[in-house]
């Protein structure tokens, strides 16, 4: 029994230094894990990310991306956003989820910094307020509860096409509660549900360590089955949402998202009008489909672009800008041949953020001079 209990004690001492060996040494300086940025704890509202971070953000040996949250919270070029007007400059606001973040790319390199840069820094500031996983429910509350404050000409809102019923209240993730959402109240009516407080848990340190940022992030190796495993014991909501996804079906997807839609381009377009800005609405487009279809030299189906479609016809009813980046991808695919993500990250690369922020800079040149 003695011997027994020993071994044990051996085995876990064992263990436990190898955990620290790999913790504290092997992923900080031989194998280096991707650094990610620390959310800031509220009580409820805007989630952003603690002030004042760098770092670099890596997958595998295909991503190595610099990024700088700055004072106010968003990962850009700017330390600061500036709340007074300088009435010199024309200020443009762009809102999304991780294609706005854009940690996969360098941060100078991301399409509002391109964007930026086309139009010129002595003539134009754009801010952006990205954070991965929100859905288009939330940059509204963001539009109306952060960025309104910066007094913006133009608002872009990048949408992608999982923005939609992920507004209900269908993510996956250990702070989507922290997002704003749509629910469906009494008079079947879409209301939205304010944020709850983001507080830091078990999952918020773990994040923090170099074994997760490596194996996880960098490297991938968990499995998503297992991730998702630990997650529903750690958050059982998420295994509700999980639910919820599946149980919309093929039928009446299309239909959610049209409401879903018509509630958020009500919404946007009333703040336009009571603030005074603009709107420019970007939705991206099927890659993957534009990249198969000109390898089979087929043309793309209609199921590929209904979402992009049913946008464009909607947009139509308010006085919006809209870019619907189907077409462009196509064009650009046929004469570039370059592909628009990354092979391990289905992000934007850096072709297509380039490509983006040419296309927003000819939108406006167009429309404004």
Same mark, same amino acid.
């Given at each position: 029994m003695y011997n027994w209990l020993k071994n044990i004690l051996l085995l876990g001492t064992t263990l436990l230094i190898l955990v620290l060996v790999f913790e504290f040494f092997i992923f900080r300086y031989v194998l280096i894990a991707a650094d990610l940025p620390r959310l800031a704890e509220n009580n409820g509202g805007v989630l952003k990310y603690e002030p004042n971070q760098v770092g670099t953000y890596r997958i595998k040996s295909e991503i190595y991306a610099a990024f700088n949250i700055n004072d106010s919270g968003w990962n850009s070029s700017y330390s600061h956003y500036d709340v007074p007007i300088n009435y010199d400059?024309?200020?443009?606001?762009?809102?999304?989820?991780?294609?706005?973040?854009?940690?996969? !790319?360098?941060? #100078?390199?991301?399409?509002?910094?391109?964007?930026?840069?086309? @139009?010129?820094? $002595?003539?134009?500031?754009?801010?952006?307020?990205?954070?991965?996983?929100?859905?288009?429910?939330?940059? @509204?509350?963001?539009?109306?509860?952060?960025?309104? +404050?910066?007094?913006? $000409?133009?608002?872009?809102?990048?949408?992608?096409?999982?923005?939609?019923? /992920?507004?209900? *209240?269908? @993510?996956? *993730?250990?702070?989507?509660?922290?997002?704003?959402?749509? #629910?469906?109240? =009494?008079? *079947?009516?879409?209301?939205? !549900?304010?944020?709850?407080?983001?507080?830091? =848990?078990?999952?918020?340190?773990? $994040? +923090? =360590?170099?074994?997760?940022?490596?194996?996880?992030?960098?490297? $991938?190796?968990?499995? #998503? @089955?297992?991730?998702?495993?630990?997650?529903?014991?750690?958050?059982?909501?998420?295994?509700?949402?999980? +639910?919820?996804? /599946? =149980?919309?079906?093929?039928?009446?997807?299309?239909?959610?998202?049209?409401?879903?839609?018509?509630?958020?381009?009500?919404v946007l377009w009333a703040l336009s009008q009571k603030h005074g800005f603009a709107v420019l609405i970007v939705v991206d487009a099927d890659r993957s489909a534009v990249v198969s279809a000109s390898e089979l030299e087929e043309d793309i189906s209609d199921t590929d672009v209904v979402i992009n479609q049913m946008l464009s016809e909607l947009v139509e009813r308010y006085e919006f800008l809209f870019l619907n980046l189907q077409p462009i991808v196509t064009a650009d695919y046929k004469i570039n041949k370059k592909k628009f993500n990354f092979y391990n990250d289905y992000h934007w690369n850096d072709h297509m953020h380039q490509l983006v922020g040419r296309e927003i800079n000819r939108l406006i040149i167009e429309k404004y001079r």
């Open positions: 400059k024309t200020r443009i606001a762009v809102i999304g989820d991780s294609y706005v973040e854009a940690l996969q !790319v360098d941060y #100078r390199r991301s399409f509002p910094e391109v964007l930026l840069d086309l @139009l010129g820094r $002595k003539l134009y500031e754009v801010y952006r307020f990205g954070i991965s996983g929100a859905p288009l429910s939330h940059y @509204l509350y963001v539009l109306e509860n952060e960025v309104i +404050q910066y007094s913006p $000409k133009l608002v872009v809102l990048n949408i992608v096409h999982n923005d939609f019923l /992920e507004s209900m *209240g269908t @993510l996956e *993730g250990t702070y989507t509660d922290s997002f704003a959402t749509f #629910r469906t109240n =009494s008079a *079947g009516e879409l209301v939205t !549900v304010s944020p709850t407080a983001y507080k830091k =848990s078990f999952i918020w340190y773990l $994040k +923090q =360590s170099a074994i997760f940022r490596y194996v996880y992030v960098r490297m $991938k190796f968990i499995p #998503r @089955l297992i991730t998702r495993t630990i997650m529903s014991k750690c958050c059982p909501k998420i295994e509700q949402h999980k +639910q919820y996804a /599946e =149980s919309v079906t093929h039928e009446n997807r299309l239909k959610r998202i049209k409401i879903i839609a018509e509630k958020a381009l009500g």
